[in-house]
């Protein structure tokens, strides 16, 4: 009998030696191709001209061209990090008023790389024109699907050139308090909100601090009543990415803000080719924005990031079929883009909603603008003339700009060339006498966008 068992577990060894070995071959084969991941480490910090720590933005490319790694300095201006051994290309900015920096760098494990003082010289100063910039709508780990900290975003508003932002969880307003006390330390602007995050439809409740707390829209009445509500806390209320989830139109003038144009899709850029309305739904949004203002109802524009991750490390590309919107996506996602330029008449929380109450707002990716007609700039009403003299100064740090188009009651009627990269000022008499409303957009050779508020015709 022990030799009938002793044979019957030699057999079963067998049998199992011959089932492993082909998982033993695929294992060594793994093992012949694993290469050891290398890295080196690279640090330094940012300085302004003046040799003052500049907290800014730093992107590592690799050699092709794609972006490998988006990183932000601490508040003193230092970064440290590992990367894979390499060759890379660094870019460093401070949004769209400062010099975007590159720099080639060569990252090896024996010899950590110490890049020192990198100085960032600032380009442009749009606070001198009286514009503030900013995010109004952006994520933290308050909202379920939001990644960072509220310390992280604050510190990516600032290392992208922002002045003032909002936090908006989605349904709570948990971290608003963090967000305004750590932003008084670091001279930022910071303003409470929340998204109201319904069945039908996202909402910015902008400046207000109690929790609105609205899942489910079924009329109009109750539309009513969460604008009613945000106007009671002394706050402003605007339509989240309406080209994506909004249908209720009817009472869409009713609203202070929209927002026409969301980081999380392509801009809303002339032209686009064949862009599925999933990735290209600011093109709705700036159409039924049109609409609204060609039916008499003046409501501000605003764009804004949406981003529920700083790093971009969870946005891979491609996602999409489209060429266009992959190459577009693969330079990634980040707070500020898109951002609003305000002009304002102080420099507070209270001088920036009512910069946007008045509609003195553009928004943009990269160039910058200052228009007027008559000497009225973005929300002012000024009388209908066939004499109208439009004065602009437009400018980029990135250097693709092509043309600023003149858009009369939803379409353009002058498209003035601009230099590529330098500034261009200039002055242009128009006939406007029989248009209501004129909007100034500013278009590029790559993704660079800028569109304005009206200017009203009387």
């Known amino acids: 009998m022990r030799r009938w068992i002793h044979s019957l577990m030699i057999l079963y060894s067998i049998l199992g030696l011959c089932q492993l070995q082909p998982l033993i071959q695929e294992s060594e084969q793994l093992a012949s191709q694993w290469v050891e991941i290398v890295q080196g480490e690279v640090k330094g910090s940012i300085v302004g ?27 003193d201006g230092n970064f440290e990090i590992l990367l894979d051994e390499g060759h890379y290309n660094l870019e460093v900015s401070k949004g769209y008023e400062y010099e975007m920096k590159q720099l080639p760098i060569e990252v090896k494990k024996e010899n950590p790389l110490n890049l020192k003082s990198i100085s960032l010289t600032r380009l442009m100063d749009w606070t001198a024109k ?48 963090e967000w305004l006390s750590l932003s008084q330390k670091l001279s930022y602007l910071a303003i409470p909100a929340q998204e109201i ?26 539309i ?48 686009l080719n064949d862009i599925d309305e999933e990735f290209a739904y600011n093109q709705i949004s700036k159409q039924k924005w049109f609409d609204l203002l060609s039916e008499g109802v003046k409501i501000t ?12 490390e969870s946005i891979t590309a491609p996602i999409s079929e489209n060429e266009q919107f992959n190459e577009w996506i693969a330079q ?3 707070n500020g883009n898109p951002r609003n330029y305000v002009k304002v008449e102080e420099e507070s929380v209270e001088g920036i909603l009512k910069g946007i109450k008045d509609g003195h ?21 000024v009388v209908s003339t066939n004499e109208a003299e439009i004065s602009y100064l437009i400018a980029s740090n990135q250097g693709s700009l092509e ?51 009206p200017i009203y015709l009387k």
């Not at 001209?49 to 601490?74: H, W, Y």
């Not at 992280?152 to 002045?163: K, Q, R, T």
């Not at 902008?206 to 609105?212: A, D, G, R, V």
């Not at 909007?439 to 304005?452: L, Q």
């Open 361 to 381: 707002v553009f928004i943009t990716n990269g160039p910058l603008m200052d228009v007027t007609l008559n000497e009225a700039t973005f929300g002012d009403r």
């Open 197 to 222: 995050t319904t069945n039908q439809g996202h909402y910015l409740a902008l400046n207000t601090s109690n929790l609105i707390d609205v899942t489910a829209l079924t009329s109009e009445d109750e």
């Open 49 to 75: 001209e003046d040799g003052k720590p500049v907290i800014a933005q730093l992107r590592f490319f690799d050699s092709d061209g794609a972006l490998i790694k988006r990183i932000q300095t601490d508040i």
């Open 403 to 453: 043309a600023l188009n003149v858009i009369a009651d939803g379409q353009v009627i002058e498209t003035i060339p601009l230099a590529e990269d330098v500034p261009t000022l200039g002055t242009i008499n128009l006939n406007l006498s029989n248009y209501q409303w004129v909007v100034f957009e500013v278009i590029s050779k790559s993704y660079e966008y800028a569109i304005s508020n």
């Open 301 to 312: 524009a605003l764009g804004n990031s949406d981003n529920h991750d700083i790093s971009s």
């Open 130 to 177: 009286s514009y503030l910039c900013g995010d109004l709508h952006q994520h933290s780990q308050f909202s379920d699907d939001g990644l960072n900290t509220v310390e992280e975003v604050l510190i990516a508003n600032l290392a992208n050139g922002l002045d003032f932002g909002a936090m908006a969880d989605h349904n709570t307003v948990d971290g608003n308090d």
């Open 224 to 271: 009513d009543q969460m604008i009613d509500e945000a106007h009671h806390q002394g706050g402003m209320i605007q339509i989240n990415h309406p080209g994506r989830n909004f249908s209720f139109w009817n009472v869409g003038g009713q609203f202070d803000a929209i927002e026409i144009w969301n980081g999380q899709a392509m801009p809303p850029i002339p032209n």
């Open 332 to 334: 990634g996602l980040y």
